[in-house]
């Protein structure tokens, strides 16, 4: 996993190599595990980029995704991403309201 550029590298299950952008990372109090919330710039069938999230040890030189095991940690990971998902709507409606004439 490459911090400096926020990106890393996975193999996928034909054996070709995926790059994968670094979206954000947390650690949780509640859960007290360390996850990493990042995409493959893939698009699912309605045509939004695919999100992707995972437990990860940031403190292993070669870290390894771990997958999400319980409904709570989904829930923490969504609450986060729909958080975010306001903000950046926020920032663009304020945006666009500036050039209106």
Known sequence: MDNNNNTFKVINDEGQ???CDILFTFDSEETKKS???YTDNSRDAEGNVQVF???YDPNQENPRLEPIETEQ???IIETILNT???EIKKKTSQGSGDNEQ
């Open 35 to 37: 996850y990493i919330v």
């Open 73 to 75: 940690e989904w829930k």
């Open 84 to 86: 975010l998902q306001d």
């Open 17 to 19: 190599e995926i790059v």
């Open 53 to 55: 999230a995972s437990i």
